[in-house]
């Protein structure tokens, strides 16, 4: 079993940046494709960026060219980089890993709250 914990959340103006991290309990090398996904109250969770073992990545189309995912396999970290941020992107935010022998998204971490005003 993998625990992630998130870390990095709060208020930001609208403009503003933040960064997100997410640790796991053991090495991410084992840990197949990982991922930010966002809850906005009333909405669905939604996909924000993904990122391979390869370090391939993929984003939500809302966050192209403002936010950046990426691994350090080193530290075991996960991190989201988060710029020109939006009120739109008030979200919890989820960190996300495929447990490779089940092919399924089974690790979650506890969530950070990332509010963005206007």
């Known amino acids: 079993q993998v625990q992630l914990v998130e870390s990095g959340g709060g208020l930001v103006q609208a403009g503003g940046s933040l960064r997100l991290s997410c640790a796991a309990s053991?090495?991410?090398?084992?840990?197949?494709?990982m991922g930010w996904y966002r809850q906005a109250p009333g909405k669905q969770r939604e996909l924000v960026a993904a990122?391979?073992?390869?370090?391939?990545?993929n984003y939500a189309d809302s966050v192209k060219g403002r936010f950046t995912i990426s691994r350090d396999n080193a530290k075991n970290t996960m991190y989201l980089q988060m710029n020109s941020l939006k009120p739109e992107d008030t979200a919890v935010y989820y960190c996300?890993?495929?447990?490779?022998?089940?092919?399924?998204?089974?690790?979650w971490g506890q969530g950070t709250q990332v509010t963005v005003s206007s």
């Open positions: 053991r090495s991410i090398v084992a840990i197949g494709d």
């Open positions: 996300t890993g495929v447990n490779p022998l089940t092919a399924s998204r089974d690790y």
């Open positions: 990122i391979t073992r390869g370090h391939n990545t």
